[in-house]
């Protein structure tokens, strides 16, 4: 079954509430949290406090993908506020920093899982993937919402999924970019099982009928 992941990025941020509700009660499985930190990524959006108070406010399992230099340095308050699943990208550390990072979120009891950007070999998951909850493709370049899907960024979905099944048949293979029903489902047909959307899901009147095309596309 695919899973839904709404990015609140495209949400009400003067009242996020009842968007959440909105796509919780539309049966979304998780709730993406882009965290931007204007040096991984040319732009900036939420945080550590925003997380809590997610938390605070729902029991959605919270899918928080940080787009972040270092982020070794943070995953723990990202987990004690609140986050289920702590994503980050593999080009923002160093090996033995992401590692640690890796352990770090593990120790916390969180699920975790890195991110490749479009031009980022998937073989250089390898040394990681037996570890991982999740690998998550991103399909425009990170940094802001609304991009178009980049169709090239396929063959690299349709190999993880090879890596995956061969050496961690529990990850998760969630996508992230310029999803709506079309891009969908070519990206079910290489191997994804998570779906990240925004615009596609916030941006319309009825939230239920845009989840219900990406999920049955």
Known sequence: MTKLSPSILSANFADLMPDITAVQSAGAEYLHVDVMD???????SIGIPVVASLRKATDMFLDVHLMID???RYVKAFCDAGADLV???????????????IRGVKKCGKKVGLSLKPLTPSET?????GL???VLIMTVE?????????EDQLPKIKAVRRMIDGLNAGCELEVDGGIDPVTARACKDAGANVLVAGSAIFKKDDRKAAMDAIRNA
């Open 38 to 44: 204007g040096i991984f990524v040319p732009n900036i």
């Open 70 to 72: 270092r982020p070794h």
């Open 87 to 101: 994503t980050f990208h593999l080009e923002a550390d160093q090996p033995q920093d992401l590692f640690d990072a």
């Open 125 to 129: 998951l390898l040394p990681y993937i």
């Open 132 to 134: 991982l909850d999740l």
């Open 142 to 150: 990170p940094g802001f919402g609304g991009q178009s899907f980049m």
